[in-house]
Structure formats: C-alpha cells, structure tokens
C-alpha cells in the first residue's frame, strides 16, 4: 500500500461527504486506503460513512466506536491502523483542493528519502465553504523545530503527508499515554517529534483547504475556553522541550517566547502570575546551569 489516508470523524453529518468525496476524486498512480474512525457520533455520521463503506470497500476501511475515545486516541488508533507507506491526514471538516494533491506529495517524498514529513500552503474556509484568507510562506524550505514552537510557522494537518515508519517509531519512542490523556496527540506533537528526529518540508502549493469554525476542539469564541486551549498547547510544548536533547540555548529562546506570551496576552492575566510560572522558573534554572552552553 502506497498511502492511508486518516480521517477521525464525530458529529460530521454536515461536512464528512465533501472530505471523503476530495480523497475519492484523487488522480493517483498507485495504492491507497481511507481510514476512517466515527468516535461514537450522535448524529448521522456512521451512516453515511456506512454508505461510503459500501459503495467503495476496497478503498474505505471504518472503524465505528460504540463509546467516544477523544480525538487524540482516535488518531493514536488510526496510525497504528496504517499500512501505507506514506500517511495522509485530513480531519472530518477539511477537503483537498487539488485532485493530485496525492501524487505530487508522493512524488516528493519518492525522490527526498531526507525528508519525513510534507506541508505547504492552505486556504482558510469557514463553515460554509466561503475563504477567509490563504496561508503562505514565502519560500519553500526546512523548517526547524525552533521555528514551529515559537510559532513562526504554523501547519496545518490537512496539508500534511509523512512516512508512516516514522510516525510507528515515534509511537514506539514516545510516551504517548501522556499525550493522549492530556489531549495533546495531533499534528503539533507529530511536527514536534519530525523537526526533532527527521526534516519537515514546506511546498509552495495550496493544496488543501482548512475549515476554520468557531467552536470546535481547536477554536473557542469563549474566553476560558481559549485559555484551556492555549494552556494545553503550552504544556505540550513544555513537556516536549523537557524529554528531549535539545540545545540549551534553543530551549531558552523557546520558554523565553512563552513568558512574553503569558505575559501579553490578555486572557492569561489574573489566571496565573508570569513570575511563578513553571516557564520562568526553568529559565532561571538553565541559566544557573553551570553546563551553559
């Protein structure tokens, strides 16, 4: 098999044909399978990935969960289901733009056996469909795993493909328990573990689209809910920086980063102080470090 495709779905009834439909409409040479994972939806979600089971067997795999697992552990599962080579992600509200989104990814990775993981340039819809906007980068590059934690660069997981050996060493590497119980197992963790044990690269292509809501797991209109968002972001990035070999310096810059953060905005402020916070309290303790580099 060439690529699986991930798709974790829940309560998707009004978004999860127009994702399935842009995988199925892909013009590509070679092999690949669409694994989908309805996590004990309420609405009409199982049928209709029932129905596309039906029409295309060969092509689509789904898993139905009698009970809701969370996303994280719905894309735990959903990778170790993986038999492709390459592994293609694209969330139950995304749709790809180009039919040979695929193919060119494929072909990349063909011919860069250096490189783990693909992203490049999206487009921003809202619920209807309607662009917001279209982001890029100025050039096509490496990006570095300083660069994507201090959130110069953002990915975003419908543009993403990677080599599934990776993604199965990572999981065997990783604590991924952690990850799962605090939520954070998804495309930043993955980018995180790439830029750290492999090279990301980012093509000059809009390929996908991004369905920006605004309510959903990964966006609030609520003030605390924000907060919970942003504090789990930060405790990924946080634990990430403490299980890993990475230069010191690195990691300074990088907490440095998140104490202006902390400090600046807003919703933070009467949540907790900045001067006790756990980041200002390593920065302190790596520069005491009499091993300073």
Request: glycine share 4%.
């Amino acid at each position: 098999m060439d690529i699986s495709v991930i798709i974790p779905a829940y309560n998707s009834e009004k978004f999860i044909s127009k994702t399935i439909e842009s995988v199925l409409y892909q013009k590509f040479e070679g092999t690949f399978e669409v694994l989908v994972a309805n996590d004990a939806s309420t609405d009409s979600t199982p049928v209709i990935i029932s129905d596309y089971q039906s029409k295309y067997p060969n092509i689509i795999k789904a898993t139905v969960r009698e009970n809701n697992i969370g996303y994280s552990a719905n894309y735990y599962d959903l990778i170790n289901k993986a038999s492709g080579k390459y592994l293609a992600v694209l969330d139950h509200d995304d749709v790809w733009l180009s039919d040979v989104k695929l193919q060119k990814q494929f072909n990349f990775l063909e011919s860069h056996p250096e490189i783990g993981m693909l992203c490049g340039d999206v487009k921003l819809i809202d619920e209807e469909g309607n662009e917001e906007k279209v982001v890029e980068r100025e050039t096509e590059g490496v990006l570095s795993l300083t660069e994507l934690m201090m959130e110069k660069t953002y990915l975003y997981s419908p543009t993403l493909m990677m080599r599934t050996s990776v993604l199965k060493r990572m999981v065997d590497e990783e604590d991924c328990s952690w990850y799962i119980e605090n939520k954070s197992f998804y495309d930043d963790m993955w980018a995180f573990y790439f830029a750290y044990k492999s090279k990301i690269y980012w093509m000059k292509d809009c390929l996908a689209a991004y369905r920006n809501l605004k309510n959903s797991g990964c966006h609030s209109t609520k003030v605390n809910e924000q907060f919970e968002l942003s504090k789990r972001y930060y405790k990924l990035k946080l634990h990430f920086l403490l299980t890993h070999d990475i230069i010191i310096s690195e990691k300074e810059q990088i907490f440095l980063n998140e104490y202006d953060k902390l400090y600046k905005e807003s919703y933070y402020k009467g949540e907790m102080s900045v001067r006790s916070s756990k980041s200002y309290r390593i920065i302190k303790l790596i520069r005491s470090l009499k091993f300073w580099k």
